[in-house]
């Protein structure tokens, strides 16, 4: 479908943000395309006088979403020929804010003004901003299919580029396990999926026990968390319920658009910023959790230490954004980091950094930090957000707020140049 700029397509994707919910505007929206003959004082004339309109159905019904706007755009739905007066244009019912309609409309039952201007967006521009945010897919037989996160209104997460091996192992947290309910978690995979609800429910502060196995205090801390979000308190997992569970790392994975002249170290503090924003935080035990997995490509436990793993699928989402390769292969180890850096020329110790002018000079935000613990051990790895003289800002994961290593959350810290090393990305 052509618009006349991006005036028209501006407009209806910010009505359709400012809903907050796409999710119910999708349906009525579509029916009024889909079914806009089926009004009663139009029906008669609308499928005598346009023969192309019953092919329309049709044409959509075995050619599918590609076809919807090509097909009414040569059909021309025109007021006039409804049969329900003048006028000879399309109608702006359909086609108000895109290059289709410029003018006239009905201003009172029967009475048409070929001047009057619709201030309203068309059903068909609508539905065109709704396909292209990724809150509807429509089938070969017209059924409307929702997108469930677009029940948390943020547009930039309805669709998630996991393309890729750094990102494959993430559908396995945010895919929907099934309907789950109270008795749930008798089979491996029921258990699995109860025990995910559980850590996500303990993340929004309804708190309940992580054992896999979904009972009353489960469904209560489900239906608070229900009703803290506006919905149905059911006590039961659906698709729209667990979008919004799983929301604050649908948000974290997003594409961020770094503009043009943008830097692969500038597009990592981006992401780490939008990943902090949501507190990623271990739960249900020691390096624990949906974070914790996110960032261990799918594993998590007590051994599995994920401040390398942090800053590596930072790295990887801003080159995903940016649709570069990859600096250097992804490692879990600090000593595996330091390695790499060292083998490729990357490496930055401490002494080369000994006064501010050096640290200026040498340093830049996006650049790795190390702490070293011995001459050939390195324990803890994040990002340099900003260089100062005397000390600096970090973004970082597994720390805590005494700026230690291995800690419970990722965060924005600051720390001083002792026994600190730095790796470039390129």
């Keep these: 479908m052509a618009f006349g700029g991006p005036v028209a397509t501006a407009s209806a994707n910010a009505l359709v943000r400012e809903t907050g919910n796409t999710w119910?505007?999708?349906?009525?929206?579509?029916?009024?395309?889909?079914?806009?003959?089926?009004?009663?004082?139009?029906?008669?004339?609308?499928?005598?006088?346009?023969?192309?309109?019953?092919?329309?159905?049709?044409?959509?019904?075995?050619?599918g979403t590609p076809e919807i706007f090509n097909v009414l755009r040569r059909a021309r739905v025109e007021v006039g020929q409804l049969g329900v007066g003048g006028g000879g244009i399309p109608t702006p019912y359909l086609w108000s804010g895109s290059q289709h309609y410029r003018k006239g409309k009905y201003v009172a039952d029967h009475v048409f003004d070929p001047e009057a201007v619709s201030g309203q967006v068309g059903a068909a521009v609508l539905l065109k901003a709704l396909i292209d945010l990724g809150a509807v897919t429509i089938d070969r037989q017209l059924s409307v299919e929702a997108n469930p996160a677009a029940a948390t209104g943020h547009t930039p997460s309805l669709e998630i580029d996991l393309t890729g091996n750094a990102f494959k192992h993430i559908a396995a947290e945010l895919d929907y396990p099934g309907l789950l309910k109270n008795g749930s978690g008798g089979s491996a995979t029921e258990k699995r999926g109860v025990r995910r609800v559980q850590e996500w429910l303990n993340l929004h502060d309804?708190?309940?026990?992580?054992?896999?196995?979904?009972?009353?205090?489960?469904?209560?801390?489900?239906?608070?968390f229900q009703t803290l979000n506006n919905r149905q308190p059911t006590g039961q997992l659906d698709e729209e319920t667990w979008a919004l569970l799983t929301a604050p790392m649908r948000r974290t994975l997003a594409a961020i658009d770094h503009g043009a002249s943008s830097t692969l170290e500038d597009a990592v503090i981006r992401v780490a910023q939008q990943h902090i924003a949501e507190m990623p935080l271990e739960v249900g035990g020691d390096n624990r959790g949906?974070?914790?997995?996110?960032?261990?490509?799918?594993?998590?436990?007590?051994?599995?230490?994920?401040?390398?793993?942090?800053?590596c699928l930072m790295i990887a989402q801003a080159a995903r954004d940016l649709k570069v390769s990859l600096p250097f292969r992804r490692q879990v180890g600090v000593d595996a980091l330091v390695a790499d850096a060292k083998s490729s020329g990357r490496?930055?110790?401490?002494s080369d950094v000994s006064t501010p002018l050096l640290r200026r000079?040498?340093?830049?935000?996006?650049?790795?930090?190390?702490?070293?613990?011995?001459?050939?051990?390195?324990?803890?790895?994040?990002?340099?957000?900003?260089?100062?003289?005397?000390?600096?800002?970090?973004?970082?994961?597994?720390?805590?707020?005494?700026?230690?290593?291995?800690?419970?959350?990722?965060?924005?810290?600051?720390?001083?140049?002792?026994?600190?090393?730095?790796?470039?990305?390129?």
């Design 290 to 311: 949906p974070w914790v997995r996110l960032y261990m490509q799918g594993t998590d436990g007590a051994d599995q230490l994920w401040c390398a793993g942090f800053v």
């Design 206 to 224: 309804c708190i309940t026990s992580i054992d896999s196995g979904f009972g009353d205090s489960t469904e209560e801390q489900l239906k608070k």
């Design 24 to 63: 119910n505007l999708a349906l009525p929206i579509f029916k009024q395309v889909a079914t806009f003959a089926s009004r009663e004082a139009f029906r008669q004339q609308f499928m005598t006088a346009h023969p192309l309109m019953r092919d329309m159905l049709s044409t959509l019904r075995n050619k």
């Design 347 to 350: 490496f930055i110790k401490e």
């Design 361 to 426: 000079s040498k340093l830049r935000p996006g650049f790795l930090f190390v702490v070293r613990k011995t001459a050939s051990d390195w324990v803890h790895v994040g990002l340099v957000q900003a260089v100062k003289d005397q000390t600096f800002d970090t973004l970082e994961g597994n720390t805590s707020g005494d700026g230690g290593s291995n800690g419970t959350t990722a965060r924005a810290g600051n720390r001083s140049y002792l026994k600190r090393d730095f790796l470039r990305l390129l």
